[in-house]
């Protein structure tokens, strides 16, 4: 009933910088809270950026200064703008949104498919 659709991923150099992309489309009555996750090889899915749906922000230590999270409420789209990438970084990047449907009215978490973030030293 609602889709994610991650962009913006790929392969940048140290102190580079890359823009991811969310977009929500499908049954909609609702988004609030959009959230950015990463998931690095042998480690567990941490939350990196959650951005309510009047703007307030919040960041995992690791990026704060770094990663800038914004959204567009009229195109239901959140993004990702990450500066002074690092090695660390590399990981896959997951947007989560809750959303709550038209039909059936419900309130869910849903999640992308991910995209790739590589960052060479």
């Known amino acids: 009933q609602v889709q994610l659709v991650e962009s913006g991923g790929g392969m940048v150099q140290a102190g580079g910088s890359l823009r991811l992309s969310c977009a929500a489309s499908g049954s909609i009555f609702a988004i609030n809270d959009m959230r950015w996750y990463r998931q690095a090889p042998g480690n567990e899915r941490e939350l990196v950026a959650a951005i309510a749906v009047g703007g307030t922000t919040n960041y995992a230590d690791s990026v704060k200064g770094r990663f800038t999270a914004s959204r567009d409420n009229a195109k239901n789209t959140v993004y990702l703008q990450m500066n002074s990438l690092q090695p660390e970084d590399t990981a896959v990047y997951y947007c989560?949104?809750?959303?709550?449907?038209?039909?059936?009215?419900?309130?869910?978490?849903?999640w992308g498919r991910g995209t790739q973030v590589t960052v060479s030293s």
């Open positions: 989560n949104a809750v959303v709550r449907t038209t039909n059936p009215r419900i309130t869910r978490d849903y």
